[in-house]
């Protein structure tokens, strides 16, 4: 908005633009009865930087509950891990399903 000025000078304001912090979110597992528990394991421990004792607290959660958080990240991470570990569930021919969502 323009403020106009009694010694006729014209201070441009910066237009408040609707911006919000970005978001992060989280990346989770779902649970399917053919996936091999190993496999899955073996997801947790090359994508999402766990330990097997993580990854398998992690792996047992999602069998049991039906899903569990695997790891938090901004937009552009979660959803490059979306999409490497759907692409290697696909390539080892297992149906693994792998989601993102804002927290
Ligand atoms: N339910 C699978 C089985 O019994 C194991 C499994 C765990 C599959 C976690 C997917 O995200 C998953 N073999």
Redesign the pocket.
């Known amino acids: 908005m323009n403020a106009d000025h009694s010694d006729q000078t014209t201070v441009l304001e910066p237009e408040k633009l609707d911006l919000k912090p970005p978001g992060m979110f989280k990346v989770l ?9 190993d496999f ?1 394991v073996a997801v947790l421990e090359k994508y999402f930087s766990k330990n097997r004792e993580q990854a398998t607290r992690i ?1 047992l959660q ?2 049991r509950e039906g899903k569990a958080v695997c790891g938090v990240y901004p937009k552009d991470i979660a959803e490059t891990k979306v999409q490497q570990v759907i692409a290697f569930s696909r390539r080892n021919e297992h149906p ?2 792998c989601m993102m969502e804002e927290m």
């Open positions: 597992l779902l649970n399917d009865d053919f996936t091999p528990m899955v792996m999602v069998h693994l399903q």
